[in-house]
């Protein structure tokens, strides 16, 4: 039997001190946090795990971009799956513009003054007017053989390629050939100025093609883990993807969303065993909370213990 261990705090202790304080104490939020981050760091230490980072809700603008590029850049994400929001955002921020915070006006106020509003984070209308202006110039740039058929992973691939600000998702995920998945885009401001573009000149988006591919990624791999921020399409994308291999070996969630209304944002991970979505013998955590405080804290830890195991192995 173990026993419940108070947490201990004190002066300079590190992220990772703090959350392995956590797990010895070992149950509620506490405990959720830091079994997540053991799961994450052991899909990381075994090369045979294909990992999915999957994103809805407001991550890009709520903060995150950098934590997702560090994973990106030190290669310990395989495959990304995005709302189109956060596409949208990323773009936004790669063209020069910055989400802002701390304007205090009405929402009659802010519409007058050109500024949309996500919880308490602004964005100005004028950079989505600049978004149409880049994405139609990407467009018109993109090779017309290209523009005839392509899916939505290789478009991003494609505007990745295209952009040039050095801390954009799309743009490390272009690099390193980490395939980006959005199976919302539609649903987003760019998938509105798809729409438009393609009522002017040739272009057409073959989401067929994205299935071909995740399901390639799916059946190449040895064993699947995901990173879930939030819920939604991006969640179940891949989750049902994993049907294709008897479900993920191991995944975590931070979410919000809670199970008793019976949607997939707040299913437990567990509740996919049954559909075989999740392997019935995986790693599963799920941590209730907000993912822009809950995912920097799990990525710090994650960080600093696969910092150790480099220094072991050095020494």
Not at 228 to 251: F, M, N, Q, T, Y
Request: aromatic letters at 8%.
């Amino acid at each position: 039997m173990k026993y419940v261990e108070q947490i201990r705090i004190k002066p300079g202790m590190t992220v990772g001190q703090l959350t392995n304080e956590m797990s010895n104490c070992g149950v509620l939020g506490a405990g959720s946090l830091a079994k997540a981050t053991n799961i994450i760091v052991d899909m990381f230490r075994d090369p045979d795990y294909t990992v999915f980072l999957t994103m809805s809700g407001p991550m890009i603008p709520g903060g995150l971009r950098r934590i997702i590029g560090e994973f990106i850049d030190r290669k310990l994400v395989n495959v990304i799956v995005s709302s189109g929001a956060n596409i949208v955002h990323d773009i936004i921020e790669a063209i020069g513009f910055n989400h802002m915070r701390e304007i205090f006006f009405s929402d009659f106020k802010l519409r007058k003054q050109g500024i949309g509003r996500i919880g308490d984070i602004y964005v100005a209308e004028k950079a989505f007017q600049a978004l149409e202006h880049k994405m139609f110039q990407f467009f018109d740039d993109l090779l017309q053989k290209k523009r005839r058929r392509i899916s939505i992973c290789d478009l991003l691939h494609e505007l990745g390629k295209y952009l040039k600000n050095k801390d954009s998702m799309l743009v490390k995920a272009s690099r390193h050939i980490v395939p980006v998945f959005s199976p919302g885009l539609l649903d987003s401001m760019v998938g509105i100025h798809i729409w438009t573009y393609s009522q002017l000149k040739e272009l057409q988006i073959d989401p067929v093609q994205d299935l071909h591919k995740l399901s390639d990624v799916m059946y190449n791999a040895k064993k699947i883990g995901a990173i879930i921020l939030g819920g939604g399409i991006p969640k179940h994308h891949v989750l049902g993807a994993s049907i294709l291999r008897e479900g993920v070996d191991s995944a975590v969630q931070i979410t919000f969303d809670r199970p008793e209304c019976g949607s997939l944002s707040g299913a437990p991970l567990e509740e996919a065993i049954s559909w075989k979505k999740a392997k019935s013998n995986g790693e599963f955590a799920t941590v209730v909370g907000d993912a822009t405080i809950v995912f920097p804290l799990v990525a710090a830890a994650t960080l600093e213990l696969l910092e150790k195991d480099s220094l072991i192995r050095d020494n």
